[in-house]
């Protein structure tokens, strides 16, 4: 798809309707439309109305809610719908998780057996961590056996707020005590 060059033409009152009930996410009542259109409410009704006959080739419907008219996609469609709608919530990082994130978000790369040793107990939340794409595997370490390294991700940034790792608070001289019981 290119570009649009050019000047671009006056909407039409129907585009403005279709596009102000796209980009809403609320029922708009008649009175908002007509202000859209600049036509009388009758005359913007009649539009609506039109798009509702329209609407069903696109896979769309218009309902008049709460007082205004609304977007919304037919109850039939849903199951096809299925694969792009988004997924459920995830549940919280148990404290467990939590305590390897940290490790690994102050002192990547670092191995399972680091983990473990700084945690005082085992790594297992590493494939949590890892489906979640919250920590990657970032390469091998030169010790015996050539361990993986885990580190951080971009996602890890998002999820948690921050620009870079830098923005992470300062540790006490090293000690993960407080961060990983407090």
């Known amino acids: 798809?290119?570009?649009?060059?050019?000047?671009?033409?006056?909407?039409?009152?129907?585009?403005?309707?279709?596009a102000a009930l796209l980009a809403a996410g609320r029922p708009l009542r008649l009175g908002e439309l007509a202000g859209l259109t600049g036509l009388s409410e009758?005359?913007?009704l009649r539009m609506v109305q039109e798009l509702q006959g329209r609407l069903p080739e696109?896979?769309?419907?218009?309902e008049l809610v709460a007082g205004g008219w609304r977007l919304y996609v037919p109850p039939e469609l849903?199951?096809?719908?299925?694969?792009?709608?988004?997924?459920?919530?995830?549940?919280?990082?148990?404290?467990?998780?939590?305590?390897?994130?940290?490790?690994?978000?102050?002192?990547?790369?670092?191995?399972?057996?680091?983990?473990?040793?700084m945690r005082g107990g085992s790594a297992s939340p590493l494939v949590t961590l890892q489906e979640r794409e919250l920590v990657k595997a970032v390469g091998r370490s030169d010790a015996v056996g050539q361990p993986i390294l885990y580190g951080t991700t971009q996602k890890f940034l998002v999820e948690f707020g921050l620009?870079?790792?830098e923005e992470l608070p300062p540790l006490e001289g090293n000690d993960f005590s407080e961060l990983l019981r407090g």
């Not at 798809?1 to 279709?18: D, K, R, Y």
């Not at 790369?109 to 680091?114: N, Q, S």
């Open 163 to 165: 620009a870079a790792l």
């Open 42 to 44: 009758d005359a913007t």
């Open 58 to 62: 696109l896979g769309l419907a218009a």
């Open 78 to 117: 849903g199951p096809r719908l299925a694969p792009v709608l988004a997924p459920p919530a995830l549940p919280p990082l148990s404290q467990a998780a939590l305590e390897v994130l940290a490790v690994i978000a102050y002192r990547q790369p670092v191995t399972r057996a680091e983990i473990e040793a």
């Open 1 to 18: 798809m290119s570009a649009q060059s050019g000047p671009v033409s006056e909407p039409t009152p129907l585009q403005l309707i279709c």
